[in-house]
C-alpha cells in the first residue's frame, strides 16, 4: 500500500480525525444550547449524527495517536476496510443530518421568518455550518482511505 497524506497512523490522519471530532462537537454544542432544538426532528437527527461523528472520530484519533507513538503503520487490509465503511457510513449519516437541518433552517428562519430570537436562529445556522465543516472532513477521509484501499 502506498503512503497518502490524511491516511490512518499518519499525522495528517490525526489532524483530519481530531478536526472531525471539534467540529461535530461544536455542532452539538451550539443546537443543545439553543432552546426548543428538539421541536424539529431534522435538529435531533443532527445531534445524533454528529453524537455518532464525535464517537467514530475520537476512536480512531486515539487509534491514530497510539500508531504515531508505536510508530506503526495501519495499512492492513481488513482494518482499511473497516476505516473505509465506517467513513462512509458517518459521512452519508452526517451529511443527511447537516442538509435536512440546513433546510429546516431556511424554511423556517428565513422563508418563513418564524425566527422571533435572533441569537436562537444563529445558534442554529452556526451548528448546521459546523456539520458542514465536519462533513468536509470525514469526506476527505472517507475518500483517502478508499484510495489507500484501492491502491493495495
Known amino acids: 500500500m502506498i503512503d497518502i497524506p490524511g491516511a490512518p497512523g499518519t499525522l495528517t490522519g490525526l489532524a483530519l480525525r481530531i478536526s472531525q471530532c471539534v467540529f461535530a462537537a461544536a455542532s ?10 428538539f421541536s424539529y ?22 487509534l491514530d495517536t497510539f500508531a504515531l ?14 476505516f473505509v ?4 457510513v458517518t459521512a452519508t449519516l ?10 429546516i433552517t431556511v424554511l423556517y ?3 418563513l ?8 436562529c444563529w445558534r442554529y445556522q452556526l451548528s ?16 483517502t482511505t478508499l484510495w489507500l484501499l484501492a491502491s493495495g
Open 109 to 111: 428562519f428565513g422563508d
Open 128 to 143: 448546521v455550518a459546523l456539520a458542514f465543516l465536519s462533513w468536509i472532513t470525514i469526506a476527505i477521509s472517507s475518500l
Open 113 to 120: 421568518g418564524s425566527c422571533t430570537f435572533e441569537a436562537e
Open 69 to 82: 507513538v508505536r510508530k506503526k503503520t495501519l495499512v492492513s487490509p481488513v482494518l482499511i476496510s473497516l
Open 28 to 37: 452539538i454544542s451550539y443546537m443543545v444550547t439553543s432552546g426548543g432544538f
Open 85 to 88: 465503511v465506517g467513513d462512509w
Open 41 to 62: 426532528t431534522s435538529f435531533c437527527y443532527l445531534i445524533a449524527a454528529m453524537g455518532l461523528q464525535v464517537i467514530w472520530s475520537f476512536g480512531l484519533a486515539i
Open 94 to 103: 452526517s451529511l443527511a443530518g447537516a442538509s435536512s437541518s440546513a433546510g
